[in-house]
Nanobody
Framework: QVQLVESGGGLVQPGGSLKLSCAASGFTFSSHWMYWVRQAPGKGLEWISA????????HDAESVRGRFTISRDNAENTLSLQMHSLKAEDTAVYFC???????????????WGQGTQVTVSS
């Protein structure tokens, strides 16, 4: 079955960096757009980054643009999120998510991982 397992979260000071990873299995990873979404305390899910199947086309939410970089390794079935210049408002549980459709970026997610906590605090 589809499994998405995030890792790499933790406590980091404002201005710091962190890299998240997502190990995917149970589906043809290279055929699906992938996403990072987050949920801050008391708030709803927020889409933050998207990447196409080949990894050469990415889209970022304005809140993270220029600070976060999404990437993928189709040979290793791994999705990553490199985060720089972290702010307190980036504190959230971060999830990787899979697009329901193959090849097309519909932004309709059908599977999420369990999430990894990122806390930005001094």
């Amino acid at each position: 079955q589809v499994q998405l397992v995030e890792s790499g979260g933790g406590l980091v000071q404002p201005g710091g960096s962190l890299k998240l990873s997502c190990a995917a299995s149970g589906f043809t990873f290279s055929s699906h757009w992938m996403y990072w979404v987050r949920q801050a305390p008391g708030k709803g899910l927020e889409w933050i980054s998207a990447i196409n199947t080949g990894g050469d086309n990415t889209h970022d939410a304005e809140s993270v643009r220029g600070r976060f970089t999404i990437s993928r390794d189709n040979a290793e079935n791994t999705l990553s999120l490199q985060m720089h210049s972290l702010k307190a408002e980036d504190t959230a549980v971060y999830f990787c998510a899979k697009d329901r459709r193959t090849w097309y970026g519909s932004y309709d997610f059908d599977y999420w991982g369990q999430g990894t906590q990122v806390t930005v605090s001094s």
